[in-house]
């Protein structure tokens, strides 16, 4: 027997994950939730669902097992503590919250009900993270040193778009928020390859000038000025962390990690991907391998079965598993490197299974809270300051 899932936001980023969630074996039926009823109606028609609802309140009134929260990511934190204390277990994209109030709520709740959160961190999977850990599991980085993880998102680069998307009307007063609040495609990737978290940051920020005034603290409900923020973290494991969250760059744009040990080492630019090690004993060029190309389906096994016109798991690389795959998946949207199917098929397996994700709300607060410090840092001239830990979570180290 499978679950029931509730959407909450229909908007353009949910077309990834509607179909996912409707194809995957161990879901009984999905509802769909929007305030905005035509866009609710549109989609229902779209995907062919019709079980739809007017609201997160009357959602959690239903009798769906869990509720996915795709809506605008400064609401995600008080959402899903409000799924969580009507008994559903949450799927939720990032941030997973805002401020250490909501994060601190959050974890709380999850703690008090028992029940599953989950934070959709799609660099998890991205092929360079599970590149990484595979060598570090492996001992190869020898003892890590140093990682930076790196998030360039100019807003000329689609960004104009998807604020006005979220924020409607008074889009402006939204758009300008600290660079830091939303930190984990950064610090999410360097934290799920060593285990370690964060104990202090020093943090600046690069004050904008732009005269589009998004980041006018007259402006923004925010009162920032910063488009870019960069950040030195002093790691549990006696490493260090370096992140960049840039908006403003002269750059094509990426999410991106190195990673640096006394053995091994793994660097990463626009155009170039190597592990190296300091004898240069192995210099490997992982650009074919860590491309997310999509992989076809092999004839024998498990996989045998194509169920889609290409015959593909879509943008995935390599290292990606797709054997672990529900095999309904192959064909279907993919997205952020091959993520989405990966961090989809964990949700509904957790919510199964009882057992906590890879992405647990331990993990979301270890990716947040970073940023959240940093921010701080930051409205404080660099002042080095304590990042605050909730702890790895049940049942780990």
């Not at 939204?174 to 609040?181: D, K, N, Q, R």
């Not at 760059?249 to 300091?278: D, F």
Request: include cysteine; charged fraction near 20%.
């Amino acid at each position: 027997m499978g679950i029931k899932v509730g959407m909450c936001g229909v908007g353009a980023f949910a077309d990834s994950f509607i179909p996912l969630f409707n194809a995957h074996p161990l879901v009984d039926e999905v509802m769909l939730c929007d305030l905005d009823e035509e866009k609710l109606k549109a989609k229902s028609e779209k995907f062919d669902i019709p079980s739809t609802c007017p609201s997160l309140d009357e959602l959690c009134q239903t009798d769906v097992d869990a509720i996915a929260v795709i809506t605008q990511n400064w609401m995600h934190g008080p959402q899903a503590v409000q799924a969580l204390r009507s008994g559903k277990h949450v799927y939720s994209a990032v941030p997973s919250a805002i401020t250490m109030d909501e994060i601190t709520a959050l974890v709380g709740t999850v703690e008090a009900t028992g029940l599953i959160y989950m934070i959709g961190e799609t660099s998890y999977y991205h092929p360079s993270a599970i590149y990484c850990r595979d060598r570090f599991q492996k001992g190869d980085f020898g003892r890590v040193v140093y990682g930076e993880g790196e998030y360039y998102h100019d807003w000329d680069h689609g960004l104009y778009e998807v604020m006005k998307w979220r924020g409607g009307e008074k889009w402006m007063e939204t758009a300008g928020s600290p660079p830091m609040h939303y930190p984990t495609h950064s610090t999410g990737m360097i934290v799920s390859v060593t285990g370690a978290h964060a104990t202090h940051v020093s943090c600046f920020g690069f004050v904008d000038e732009h005269e589009d005034g998004i980041y006018n603290p007259e402006v923004n409900v925010w009162n920032n000025t910063f488009s870019n923020e960069s950040a030195l973290f002093r790691m549990s494991d006696g490493s260090m962390m370096r992140i960049n969250e840039f908006r403003r760059i002269g750059h094509p744009g990426e999410v991106r990690i190195s990673l640096y040990g006394t053995e091994g080492s793994y660097e990463e630019q626009a155009n170039a991907k190597v592990w190296v090690t300091k004898n240069r004993a192995e210099m490997i060029d992982l650009n074919d391998m860590l491309e997310p190309i999509g992989v076809p389906v092999k004839p024998e096994g498990k996989m045998a079965a194509v169920t889609s016109a290409d015959g593909t798991h879509r943008g995935v690389s390599k290292v990606h598993d797709v054997g672990r795959l529900p095999r309904e998946f192959i064909g279907l949207p993919n997205g952020h490197r091959g993520s989405h199917q990966f961090l989809v098929d964990d949700f509904v397996n957790a919510c199964i299974s009882g057992q906590q994700p890879l992405t647990n709300v331990w993990q979301a607060a270890r990716y947040l809270v970073p940023g959240l410090m940093a921010h701080e840092s930051a409205k404080r001239e660099g002042e080095l300051l304590d990042v605050p830990d909730f702890g790895p979570g049940p049942g780990e180290d």
